[in-house]
């Protein structure tokens, strides 16, 4: 199954939303070695997406990836946020 770019777009923007969850979730509770270990999955699976759209020549900006951004924990909580009130908007 081949992805088009507003499916893997959509995907990524999960992907994201999900962080930042864990994010907030692992700052709350720094003992938390699910938590921790959730955080770090996210991490490892944003990495993925962004060392493969650079392998295949996309733009890692298009897809909301920047690497500076990205790699700010403060970026990914706050684009979850705005993501889930913009979700909530809708229903």
């Known amino acids: 199954m081949v992805m088009d770019k507003n499916s893997m777009k959509y ?3 999960r992907i994201l ?5 864990a994010i907030v979730e692992s700052n709350n509770d720094m003992t938390d070695s699910f938590l921790q270990g959730k955080r770090l999955a996210y991490t ?3 990495d993925v997406i962004q060392i493969e759209l650079k392998a295949n020549g996309e733009s ?3 897809y909301g990836m920047d690497i ?3 790699n700010n924990d403060d970026y990914i909580v706050e684009w979850s946020l705005a993501s889930e009130m913009t979700a909530n ?3």
């Open 89 to 91: 908007n809708k229903e």
């Open 44 to 46: 490892e699976i944003l």
């Open 17 to 21: 939303e999900y962080a930042g969850e």
């Open 11 to 13: 995907l990524i923007e």
């Open 68 to 70: 500076e951004k990205i």
């Open 60 to 62: 890692l900006e298009e």
